[in-house]
């Protein structure tokens, strides 16, 4: 048995329009909710700011990587994830080395994108990236989640819109910037999976979850052994069946590594995915690397919902929303060329 999704053509249907909105919209709110508390375990955000607080954007928490963050404001991973889709955009589907060179060249004299929390590890990728010098060795900046997380707006893109797969661009964009094969594997995975939820598959029973978990490992498993094995150690300890309450003590305080974050953004939204609004807010609050688990839940979220379900407040209150909304009309036209 398989999960029916169906996109006609390159065409999408308004419901679809919707859940691509959804993934961008929902990976920028996820990403401003949870940009307030990097850095922070699980226990200290729950000590300084409470559940409550964390359920609309606050300025970055004392003590927490970036006290100086803005209510509403994105971070480096969504601005990424925009430098991604801007080149597909320009480029009618297409994306390269050399357009990657160019975009990330301007990213590192943004004062923007310099302010918004890029880490030193995410910073050196770039620049190596730039300086045409291979990818690092060393096994943080090699394993580090920036080069899967801003694949998330890969899945917004028609498959094989006059040039490669998404799932393509995404394995490739990681191979630039990240020595590591599970990265490829990593982004991919988060492609493909936005993609399908655009498309509309279910995953309202227990059942139906089962046979995604089954069909991404599957399909990491193609990719990258390592990857793969670490996402089947986060998958089977959780409880598809309900509506969680609380989050499992196995997914709070995230590494911003890909083997924690990005199996650990999935099993959340999983066992949260009937709320989207729980589910990003129990992102925010996970503790670690919170700002890059909420902008992949986020996108999950909304890509499975659509943007008519996410909190209007949130959305509302989102800085430089125009550009936002200018991306989302952005990724459409791929769909109508």
Request: with cysteine; net charge negative; hydrophobic share 40%.
């Amino acid at each position: 048995m398989t999960l029916e999704g169906k996109v006609t053509g390159k065409s999408l249907t308004a419901e679809q329009e919707d859940r691509l909105k959804g993934a961008i919209l929902g990976a920028a709110c996820g990403n401003a909710l949870g940009g307030s508390c990097v850095g922070l375990n699980h226990k200290e955000i729950l000590g300084t700011a409470g559940i409550s607080v964390l359920r609309d954007f606050v300025p970055g928490l004392t003590r927490s990587q970036y006290p100086e963050h803005r209510p509403g404001e994105v971070l480096s991973d969504f601005l990424l994830g925009k430098a991604l889709a801007e080149i597909l955009i320009e480029n009618q589907g297409k994306i390269d080395k050399d357009s990657l060179k160019t975009k990330f060249s301007h990213l590192l004299e943004d004062k923007e994108f310099l302010r918004s929390g890029a880490g030193a590890h995410c910073l050196a990728a770039l620049r190596r990236l730039v300086d045409e010098l291979p990818p690092s060795e060393d096994s943080i900046e090699a394993t580090h989640v920036s080069g899967a997380a801003r694949a998330f707006t890969l899945g917004c893109m028609p498959q094989g819109s006059n040039g490669d797969s998404r799932e393509a661009i995404a394995i490739m964009q990681a191979e630039l910037t990240h020595n590591n094969r599970s990265v490829a594997a990593a982004a991919a995975v988060i492609a493909k999976t936005i993609a399908r939820f655009v498309e509309g598959i279910s995953l309202e029973s227990e059942e139906e979850v089962k046979i995604y978990v089954g069909e991404q490992l599957a399909y990491s498993r193609s990719i990258d052994e390592r990857f793969a094995d670490f996402w089947d150690d986060v998958a089977p300890d959780l409880d598809y069946s309900s509506q969680a309450t609380e989050i499992p003590y196995s997914l709070v305080n995230v590494e911003p590594s890909v083997f924690e974050c990005v199996p650990s953004a999935v099993g959340l939204f999983l066992i949260f995915r009937h709320d989207p609004e729980e589910a990003i807010c129990a992102a925010a609050r996970i503790g670690g690397d919170t700002d890059t688990v909420a902008l992949i839940v986020g996108a999950l979220a909304g890509a499975y919902h659509g943007a008519s379900k996410l909190p209007q407040r949130w959305v509302d209150s989102l800085e430089n929303k125009e550009e936002v909304d200018k991306l989302v009309d952005g990724l459409k036209t791929l769909w109508k060329n």
